[in-house]
């Protein structure tokens, strides 16, 4: 796709213009951190209209703008099992049934629920499970801004991935979760608008300047099976589709980066709002990205190449508007970045490096940010695709946390080895057939083999039973969280 050279200069000083503004923003969050506090939960004093907006901007980035709408152009609606369907409903099951109770405890990590319920071995060991799992979806973020890059100016990825990575990591140092809100809230909201016009303006395209038409033309001209949100030929891919869609239902439910932000929250009520709310947000402006999946595949019908979004803003957009539609793009995922990079980089210095270093607190969890951001620029320069390592980074929580997590939620654990056998089992196999290259559970055994079973959803079960074989159910003391006395450093008082 070629680029007028008029274009190219307006957008990049208009992105120059950008970056320079969240710096900023950066600088001005910076003089509200005074501790550890106020850089990782923002002081635990963000009202419900930062709290939804920074929930919402924090998944809404390259999966779903990128990698998810082209997945559905080449795909259908199948492939939008992970993002944003099984996203959005992430963040519904959170304010439902997970942010009051977390909130309540006045944490600042999620592995600090893990030592209080179970012990300093499962803190370590969920602090283990959960900083790579963020390598993946950062490196993915890289790689998907980097791609703009080379499409609007030619630059070349290898320079283009350290140049995403140095603006993202910046600012993110500056202010930590006040900075990362902050700009979130700028840059969600240009993702919004810029997602609507682009909307608007393509299916008016596609129907001879009739949205209305347009629409109906992409329930008519599309195929029948491209319009399925979810398999039906067989029981094999109806359980694939649903071991991709809960992934991301329940996989990032034990994740920092969506805990971080409900830590933040100026309170329960304001955390379970915010999450619901995001979640309703995610659900309808996610459904955007794929709808121009579709329009794309009629009005570029022998394209099949390029990234659609931004080959539609470049074809059908006033410059000056496809400028701003590009930044939004830009925004969207910077505003992932900096969630992903600031979330793994707390638990790094607060579960694991601050036990074994006397530094001070602060400044750990600074190291801790260059540290992962090096790490996941590493892994964009082997090349895997955006999409996979989305989908790998949330399968790790899912198979090894969401179990203890939950059950110790609404439970007082007796001792710490079932969380830490739960652990142990759900990880163990999902690595041993990541390893191996199986996409199944026991592809190989007998009966069980045939039933082709995702294998996201097998190493769950798999840590559920590890849990129970060493505290039953009907052994655990079930209750409300409000009501349970937490074990370790001090009790959760009563709402």
């Known amino acids: 796709m070629e680029i007028d050279p008029s274009l ?60 998810a709408a082209d997945e559905v152009r080449r795909e259908g609606l199948q492939a939008a099992a992970l993002d ?11 304010g439902l049934f997970f942010a009051g109770p977390l909130w309540r405890m006045e944490l600042l990590t999620v592995p600090d629920f893990f030592r209080r319920k179970f012990g300093v071995a499962a803190e370590l060991i969920a602090s283990c499970i959960m900083v790579p799992s963020y390598f993946g979806w950062v490196a993915a973020q890289f790689v998907a801004l980097a791609g703009v890059l080379q499409l609007f100016f030619g630059i070349d990825p290898m320079f283009g991935l350290a140049l995403v990575a140095i603006i993202g990591t ?29 909307a608007v303006v393509a299916l008016g395209e596609l129907g001879a300047g009739s949205v209305w038409n347009g629409l109906v033309r992409v329930g008519q001209e599309t195929e029948p099976e491209m319009l399925r949100p979810f398999p039906t030929e067989n029981i094999a ?55 121009l999946a579709l329009v794309g595949n009629l009005l570029f019908p022998d394209d099949v190449t390029s990234e659609i979004l931004p080959a539609l803003a470049h074809a059908f957009l006033h410059p000056v508007v496809a400028v701003v539609f590009v930044v939004a793009m830009l925004s969207a995922v910077l505003s992932t970045i900096d969630s992903a990079i600031l979330s793994p980089a707390s638990v790094l210095a607060e579960n694991v490096l601050s036990k074994f270093l006397g530094q001070d607190s ?52 007796q001792s710490g080895r079932p969380a830490l056998a739960s652990m142990g089992i ?18 190989g055994v007998p009966l069980i083999g045939t039933w082709q079973l995702p294998l996201s959803l097998a190493a769950t079960g798999c840590s559920l039973v590890g849990y129970f074989l060493l505290e039953p159910p009907w052994k ?16 959760c008082s009563p709402d």
């Open 8 to 67: 190219q200069w307006l957008l990049a000083t208009t992105m120059v213009l950008y970056v320079i503004g969240m710096y900023l923003i950066g600088y001005y969050a910076q003089r509200k951190i005074h501790g550890t506090e106020d850089f990782l939960v923002a002081g635990r004093k963000l009202p419900f209209s930062l709290a939804w907006m920074t929930l919402l901007a924090t998944w809404f980035g390259a999966g779903t703008l990128l990698a």
């Open 84 to 94: 944003p369907f099984g996203a959005g409903v992430c963040l519904l099951l959170a």
């Open 170 to 198: 910046g600012y993110t140092l500056m202010g930590g979760m006040w900075s990362v809100t902050l700009t979130d809230a700028v840059q969600i909201s240009l993702v919004l608008v810029g997602l609507v016009v682009l």
């Open 237 to 291: 891919a109806m359980l694939g589709w649903l071991g991709v869609f809960l992934t991301g239902a329940l996989g990032n439910l034990p994740g920092q980066d969506l805990m971080q932000r409900v830590f933040a929250a100026k309170s329960a009520s304001t955390a379970r709002w915010a999450c619901l709310v995001a979640g309703l947000f995610y659900l309808s402006f996610g459904l955007l990205p794929l709808l």
């Open 362 to 413: 602060l400044s750990l969890n600074r190291y801790s940010v260059l540290a992962v951001a090096l790490c996941s620029l590493g892994l964009a320069y082997l090349g895997e695709n955006a999409y996979e390592l989305l989908e790998t980074a949330y399968v790790l929580t899912l198979v090894g946390l969401f179990v203890p997590l939950t059950i110790g939620l609404y439970s007082q654990p």
């Open 426 to 443: 759900g990880v163990g196999v999902w690595g041993l057939h990541f390893v191996l290259g199986c996409e199944t559970f026991l592809p």
């Open 476 to 491: 655990i003391q079930w209750g409300s969280p409000a009501k349970i006395a937490i074990t370790g450093e001090k009790n």
